[in-house]
């Protein structure tokens, strides 16, 4: 099964190479070129296949909601070549992750059910079910590790630690807040619940800018909202768009990222099934039929996007 991997360039000009989870970045003085492969991860581990057609799933549903959200706050994009590309300012990013819920689910979920009542400094209430609505969104931010897991954070512990300024800390939360309302009223227009999400933030030439994707199902949960009171109620599973169904696989069988676990076997009808879901959102949350980019030639029309467009910011 075709499928982005990785990309190993060498262009003209680029002045560093990063290497994320799911993305190869290259960089050129104060532009970079995200090139949005098919690598997945789950638990801060990358799986050892790729899944066909989800970094340009990824790309092109974050390029639509960073032009949807640019009124709220700035963000890092100037343009979006390709499917699997985009170009964009460099920012020195914040070492802390934005993540705020809606609902009480995942991560979250699975603290809550364990007994703890407190999640990055905030208090839930007792009695809350999985998927309940949550009084209102809360934000846990976690840290953002170069390598490794990231880990929950406390707003003071970050204060504290001087990780963040308390007033860049305190416009990250507003930007936050602001976002995720306009999320899920980008969901709600489609059908769907905005669950939870993560924003990440960085600064350039002073000024605080929204970095990354935003509201994909890699970074971010949703819930078909027909039936979502009725399957609450009768205290069944929420129908998900989400990569939460790619970690509940994994959980189901034996892996969730601890030491000495070893993934499982990935066939190629998961592969398939895991490709499917990501189409599936896309046309749900864009309303769009999906087309899928050509793999013949995928390296090469990747390279020539990112040379031409990185050329023209620079002439």
Known sequence: ??????????????????????????????????????????????????????GQVLNQIASLNLKATSDIVPNWVISTPDPNVTIGISCEPYKV????????????????????????GVTL????KENDKLPQPIITPTTKADEGHDEDISREEILAKGIVSEQDYLNLE????????????????RGLILVDTKYEFG?????????????????SRYFYSEG????????EAQKQLSKEFVRQWLIENGFQGK???????????VVSNISERYIELFEVFTGHLFVKSDYAQAQQRIATAVEQNIFSLKH
């Not at 992750?97 to 990055?120: F, Q």
């Not at 209430?125 to 809350?128: D, N, S």
């Not at 600064?203 to 970074?219: A, M, Q, R, V, Y």
Request: negative net charge; contains cysteine; charged residues 30%.
């Open 259 to 269: 030491d000495g676990q070893t993934v499982p076997e990935i066939t190629d009808e």
């Open 97 to 120: 992750e934005m993540v705020i819920r809606g609902y009480l689910a995942g991560h979250a979920w699975r603290e809550y059910k364990a007994g703890k009542r407190t999640l990055c």
């Open 203 to 219: 600064k350039h030439n002073g000024e605080i800018f929204l970095i990354d994707e935003i509201h994909t199902p890699d970074s």
């Open 174 to 189: 507003r930007n936050t807040q602001a976002l995720f309302a306009r999320g899920t009223e980008l969901a709600a227009q």
């Open 228 to 235: 979502y009171a009725e399957r609450q109620q009768n205290g």
């Open 1 to 54: 099964m075709e499928a982005i991997k990785e990309t190993n360039f060498s262009f003209a000009g680029q002045t560093g190479f990063y290497r994320g989870k799911v993305r190869d970045v290259y960089y050129f003085d104060d532009r970079l070129a995200i090139v949005a492969t098919d690598r997945i991860s789950a638990f801060d581990v990358v799986l050892p296949r790729a899944i066909p057609y989800k």
């Open 125 to 128: 209430p007792e009695g809350l």
